[in-house]
T-cell receptor
Framework: AQKVTQAQTEISVVEKEDVTLDCVYE???????LFWYKQPPSGELVFLIR??????QNEISGRYSWNFQKSTSSFNFTITASQVVDSAVYFC??????????FGKGTRLSVIA | KAGVTQTPRYLIKTRGQQVTLSCSPI?????VSWYQQTPGQGLQFLFE???????NKGNFPGRFSGRQFSNSRSEMNVSTLELGDSALYLC??????????????FGQGTRLTVV
């Protein structure tokens, strides 16, 4: 069965600090897909990234970067030089072929000015 | 391009009543999925509709039902409301489904409070 664990419930950092959000997943499939979503106070989930199980290349998008390691079943998300606008709840999610997204419990990030 | 629209945004209902929530997906998207978000259980999948057919279903009681119309708009119905149904209900729209090949775009949700 699919499972996503985000062990960090809440993180608080000072603006301009770097912060890493952890995500550990479980799946029996060799083909699967990992996602990160951001949920600001307004409520909607904003798509950040999708990574498939055959692509372990790390990705960088501006201040955001993702580290995918199949050996440890982890898909961690790092925000460099955090800003107040990064404050939100971040969700890691997993899907296998033709299955809906299974989400972790989320990590609430607070960036303090 | 208009995003995913969910109506109403807020709703207060009494135990035992029923409620219908609406979701208009992004134009051209044929898949609509529904999720329930609560502080205790997090985000849980309810069901997915694709071209008017239910394609996937989560582990929720039969009081939760849905449908999709020919224009891809979807409605979700909860009958005999219980206090535990209080939650944020999120709708996700995608081209082909909430599987791996497409990203899902979410609406702002309907916050349902059952009193």
């Amino acid at each position: 069965a699919q499972k996503v664990t985000q062990a960090q419930t809440e993180i608080s950092v000072v603006e301009k600090e770097d912060v890493t959000l952890d995500c550990v997943y479980e799946t029996r499939d060799t083909t699967y897909y990992l996602f990160w979503y951001k949920q600001p106070p307004s409520g909607e989930l904003v798509f950040l990234i999708r990574r498939n199980s055959f692509d372990e290349q790390n990705e960088i998008s501006g201040r955001y970067s993702w580290n995918f390691q199949k050996s440890t079943s982890s898909f961690n998300f790092t925000i460099t030089a955090s800003q107040v606008v990064d404050s939100a709840v971040y969700f890691c999610a997993l899907s296998e072929e033709d299955t809906p997204l299974v989400f972790g419990k989320g990590t609430r990030l607070s960036v303090i000015a | 391009k208009a995003g995913v629209t969910q109506t109403p945004r807020y709703l207060i209902k009494t135990r035992g009543q029923q409620v219908t929530l609406s979701c208009s997906p992004i134009s051209g998207h044929r898949s609509v999925s529904w999720y329930q978000q609560t502080p205790g259980q997090g985000l849980q999948f309810l069901f997915e509709y694709f071209s008017e057919t239910q394609r996937n279903k989560g582990n929720f009681p039969g009081r939760f039902s849905g449908r999709q119309f020919s224009n891809s708009r979807s409605e979700m119905n909860v009958s005999t409301l219980e206090l535990g149904d209080s939650a944020l209900y999120l709708c996700a729209s995608s081209l082909e489904g909430t599987g791996p090949n497409t990203e899902a775009f979410f609406g702002q949700g309907t916050r349902l409070t059952v009193v």
